[in-house]
């Protein structure tokens, strides 16, 4: 096709996705006139190289810009301008449907949870002691408890972890797991730990060595994404334990029994949840 080649204002939305009205509003303000105009019949006419124009106008929207910001920004924009801040949009969008994903599987696990009311708990937990262990620990702040407020401090921390080579300093025992400090379910510390087989000497800041106390507690395996396990999990436990007469202690440990470096494959992911608890006083906690 050469370059004289004129399209109709029709076959030109068709081709940019457009609506024939949105054209004619564009040509009405400015923004992005037709190549010619028949004076006989006001036929609009636009080349194959306007099709870009209209690229730029729709990325420009895509981004949130009004249209009266799009025709300031369109003369002055560079094509590598305008690629990264259609990246960096992206990533946003990215994000957000991560964030969205996330709290759909919350709201399902939520759903999950209330249907399960006025049953059983769930016939997969087990009651087990766990011997006091020491571990490598890298703590960071989370704002509050829920999926949303921990993964993201996990993952950070779990990259920490390796950035400082813990994992060649010092003899594993174990999977790394997850345990929290806080005070009314404020100011959460999230911990992140590696069981050792012995105290290490010096770490790099700010890695430490701790003894995590003996504790006997309500024990279940789940799989999937966080936001489709908790919180709803430790609800099964706390009844499990409630059940039995038994006092919940402390917060809980998530064992990451099967890690995984692909978000693609976070349905893979297997965590061992543990909720401490106790026994009334004289009850045989053999």
Same mark, same amino acid.
């Given at each position: 096709?050469?370059?004289?080649?004129?399209?109709?204002?029709?076959?030109?939305?068709?081709?940019?996705?457009?609506?024939?009205?949105?054209?004619?509003?564009?040509?009405?303000?400015?923004?992005?006139?037709p190549?010619?105009?028949?004076?006989?019949?006001?036929?609009?006419?636009?080349?194959?190289?306007?099709?870009?124009?209209?690229?730029?106008?729709?990325?420009?929207?895509?981004?949130?810009?009004?249209?009266?910001?799009?025709?300031?920004?369109?003369?002055?924009?560079?094509?590598?301008?305008?690629?990264?801040?259609?990246?960096?949009?992206?990533?946003?969008?990215?994000?957000?449907?991560?964030?969205?994903?996330?709290?759909?599987?919350?709201?399902?696990?939520?759903?999950?949870?209330?249907?399960?009311?006025?049953t059983?708990?769930?016939?997969?937990?087990?009651?087990?002691?766990?011997?006091?262990?020491?571990?490598?620990?890298?703590?960071?702040? &989370?704002?509050?408890? =829920?999926? /949303?407020?921990? !993964?993201?401090? @996990?993952?950070?921390? $779990?990259?920490?972890?390796? %950035?400082l080579?813990?994992?060649?300093?010092?003899?594993?025992?174990?999977?790394?797991?997850?345990?929290?400090?806080?005070?009314?379910?404020?100011?959460?510390?999230?911990?992140?730990?590696?069981?050792?087989?012995?105290?290490?000497?010096?770490?790099?800041?700010?890695?430490?060595?701790?003894?995590?106390?003996?504790?006997?507690?309500?024990?279940?395996?789940?799989?999937?994404?966080?936001?489709?396990?908790?919180p709803?999990?430790?609800?099964?436990?706390?009844?499990?334990?409630?059940?039995?007469?038994?006092? &919940?202690?402390?917060? =809980?440990? /998530?064992?990451? !029994?099967?890690? @995984?470096?692909?978000? $693609?494959?976070?349905?893979? %992911?297997?965590?061992?949840?543990q909720?401490?608890?106790?026994?009334?006083?004289?009850?045989?906690g053999?």
């Amino acid at each position: 096709m050469h370059a004289g080649v004129r399209f109709s204002i029709g076959e030109f939305a068709r081709l940019g996705g457009v609506s024939v009205r949105t054209l004619r509003h564009y040509d009405e303000i400015g923004l992005l006139r037709p190549a010619t105009v028949d004076s006989d019949t006001g036929y609009r006419g636009y080349s194959a190289r306007q099709l870009g124009q209209l690229n730029r106008i729709m990325a420009l929207k895509e981004l949130g810009l009004s249209l009266t910001q799009a025709r300031r920004l369109l003369d002055g924009i560079t094509l590598d301008e305008l690629r990264g801040m259609l990246m960096l949009r992206r990533a946003q969008l990215e994000h957000e449907l991560e964030q969205h994903k996330n709290q759909l599987l919350g709201v399902e696990g939520r759903l999950r949870s209330i249907a399960r009311e006025g049953t059983m708990p769930a016939d997969d937990i087990v009651d087990k002691r766990i011997p006091a262990m020491g571990v490598v620990v890298i703590a960071a702040q &989370a704002p509050a408890f =829920g999926p /949303e407020n921990i !993964v993201p401090v @996990v993952n950070r921390l $779990a990259e920490q972890f390796d %950035q400082l080579g813990i994992h060649d300093r010092v003899k594993e025992a174990g999977p790394r797991l997850i345990f929290y400090e806080y005070r009314n379910g404020e100011n959460v510390t999230v911990h992140l730990a590696l069981p050792v087989t012995d105290a290490p000497g010096e770490l790099p800041a700010p890695a430490q060595y701790r003894v995590l106390p003996q504790v006997e507690a309500a024990i279940t395996v789940r799989s999937g994404p966080a936001a489709s396990i908790f919180p709803m999990v430790y609800h099964d436990l706390a009844r499990w334990i409630d059940e039995r007469g038994y006092h &919940a202690a402390g917060p =809980g440990r /998530e064992v990451w !029994v099967n890690e @995984v470096d692909d978000i $693609a494959d976070v349905a893979q %992911q297997v965590f061992e949840i543990q909720l401490p608890f106790t026994r009334p006083a004289g009850t045989d906690g053999t």
